[in-house]
């Protein structure tokens, strides 16, 4: 059923992102002639207006503007003067690096803390993780990042302070990228490794004398079953999210190229960037449904709770 609606939902996301820029306050005509240091006199203002069709009627804009991104035709940066596709081509693979790094960190580090916070309910382990894992989702990102910058890079001068120069700088945007998300989640699977402890599968396996391997991967199986999507999810929210970040440790990423156009009013690398997002976040929640589908196909039915031992 959600798979039908992906191209409607792509649709929409298109048209939104059209209507937000061509909301947006200013002519882009006249942004795009003061970038270019050109004086918008009257007649060139009109000049512009028409080779940018901005004297079309809002839908048939829409559809040209359409049609030219399914040939792959994002238009012309009014900052760069170069294609918008070759410029977010060329700022993709820092962002994308950036966001898996992350990811890597959040599964490394919330699969083990919430088995250690969950196998030692209401011990001292499992108070320290909570504890870390509240203080990590109550520290925005810039406060941590900046915390994150001064222990590392300039007190300690273990890790550099930005850039991509070496392999080591994207430690520390990655730490900052990845802090929120993996509190979330170890309280999130925490909470649902206590659940499925105490399921009647699991107490009858632990009775055949199952060994502990195998009933940890069950435990596992069904634990992250309800945050499948959520998990899905972190990695489009992270290459969203990481526009902070990288404005922040000079990472010369997507995220910095958007603000930056914002900033110059760019208004195409505005219109390319919303756009990429929202397919990026559909695409990617229509991934993680597939997946837990096949974690478990009895979704795909409709039928039963979705625990099994297997």
Known sequence: MRAALVVPLLAAASLLSFVLIQMSPGDPAEVALRLNDITPTPDVLAETRAQLGLDDPFWQRYLTWLWAVLQGDLGTSFVTGRPVLEDMAQALPATLALALCAFALLLVTALPAALLAAFRAGRWPDVLVRGLAFLGSALPPFWAGLLLIWLFAVHW???????????????????TLALPYVATYVRLLRAGLLQV??????????????????????????????????????????????????????????????????????????????????????????????????????????????????
């Open 197 to 310: 402890r105490e399921e009647h599968f699991v107490l009858y396996a632990r009775a055949l004398g199952r060994s502990r391997t195998g009933l940890l991967c069950s435990m596992l199986r069904n634990a992250l079953q309800p945050t499948l999507a959520g998990l899905g999810m972190s990695l489009p929210r992270m290459m969203a999210g990481s526009f902070v970040v990288e404005c922040l440790f000079a990472w010369p990423g997507l995220g910095r190229l958007c603000v930056t156009a914002i900033f110059s009013r760019d208004f195409p690398v505005i219109q390319a960037c919303v756009l990429f997002l929202a397919v990026l976040f559909i695409l990617c929640n229509l991934a993680a449904d597939l997946l837990a589908a096949l974690l478990d196909p009895r979704i795909l039915k409709g039928s039963g709770d979705g625990r099994r031992m297997a």
């Open 157 to 175: 001068n273990l890790l550099p302070m930005g850039g991509m120069e070496k392999p080591a700088s994207v430690f520390l945007p990655a730490c």
